[in-house]
């Protein structure tokens, strides 16, 4: 059985992860060798934001006392997941896409050797006016959020894409990194 590869989307709030992601889902429906696991929040859903499944803090932690998860981490107050399913459709030879956070790429990378790191930035103009314009913090915050930065672990493969310019460009960019250029 070949073993498939683990994509890792990273990059900070605001600068079109799951936007580049959704067009990408898309543009793979009808390739089954392409997933795009639902992530498990302890928020609850809201149709601004992202699609993902809810479950309470007592419930996150006994699934993560009990092995459900591949891979898990906090940030912002909240505690997020992806399933532990992926390790199967791994092994199957899947190409598993997921946003997660920068915390998290060292462990992945040890559970699965094939991990690429897609990194998406953004101007801090382009990025200041998206966060603005979903409208959940004001300017001192987002101004204090922008002054945050993570670096990624070294080592492994990283694309970046710098998404200043239209959603579609950088969807082609996000297609060329996964190498599913004129495969579709």
Not at 74 to 97: D, F, K, M
Request: net charge neutral.
């Amino acid at each position: 059985m070949s073993k498939g590869r683990l994509v890792l989307v990273v990059g900070p709030s605001g600068v079109g992860k799951d936007s580049i992601i959704n067009a990408a889902k898309a543009e793979l429906a009808s390739q089954v060798d392409y997933v795009f696991p639902r992530r498990i929040i302890t928020r609850q859903s809201d149709p601004n934001s992202e699609d993902h499944d809810t479950v309470g803090a007592d419930e996150f932690e006994r699934l993560c006392a009990q092995g459900a998860f591949f891979l898990h981490w906090p940030a912002h107050g909240l505690r997020y997941a992806l399933p532990g399913t992926i390790a199967t459709q791994l092994s199957e030879g899947a190409t598993v896409i997921a946003n997660v956070s920068r915390s998290v790429i060292s462990e992945a990378r040890a559970k699965h050797s094939d991990t690429l790191v897609i990194r998406i930035t953004a101007s801090p103009e382009v990025l200041e006016q998206r966060l603005l314009n979903r409208g959940r913090e004001d300017l001192a915050a987002v101004r204090r959020r922008l002054t945050r930065s993570a670096e990624l672990p070294p080592g492994g493969t990283v694309r970046t894409i710098v998404n200043d310019g239209s959603l579609e460009e950088a969807v082609q960019q996000f297609l060329e990194d996964l190498g599913t250029r004129g495969n579709r």
